[in-house]
């Protein structure tokens, strides 16, 4: 079972953030970023994204020695793997600062296999309010 942070909006409702490593995000990159709606670290990974490419567009274009054209390759593709691990590690957590930021406050923290079943816990133990 995975740990989930359940958040609350007053007109919003229920989100839930899954606690620790976020696959999606690793793979995903700045996709689940977008997804997720955290505009603020799409566009500094973006950025970054964008340095890279034109790094490894002038390294390509340029009268290097093949052999720094293949060490500055790799040390691009590490420093994308670096990235992705980044975004797995701190992915939760930053969607955690997004939601607050967005006015969603912390309710509890529960146990479930997924999302979706994590918000199913929550609205089954809230009870209803009754009609007026």
Do not use: C
Not at 94 to 103: A, D, F, Q, T, V
């Amino acid at each position: 079972m995975k740990q989930f942070k359940i958040f609350e909006h007053p007109t919003k409702g229920l989100d839930a953030v899954k606690i620790g490593f976020s696959w999606p995000a690793f793979f995903l990159g700045i996709i689940w970023l977008i997804f997720k709606g955290m505009w603020k670290y799409a566009g500094i990974f973006f950025v970054i994204y964008l340095i890279m490419s034109f790094i490894q567009s002038s390294i390509s274009s340029s009268n290097i020695e093949p052999v720094l054209v293949s060490t500055y390759t790799l040390m691009i593709r590490i420093t994308h793997l670096l990235i992705l691990t980044t975004l797995g590690f701190k992915g939760n957590f930053w969607r955690e600062s997004s939601l607050r930021e967005k006015g969603y406050a912390f309710m509890t923290t529960v146990y479930a296999d997924s999302h979706t079943k994590a918000l199913q816990i929550i609205k089954n133990e809230t009870p209803s309010q009754p009609d007026k």
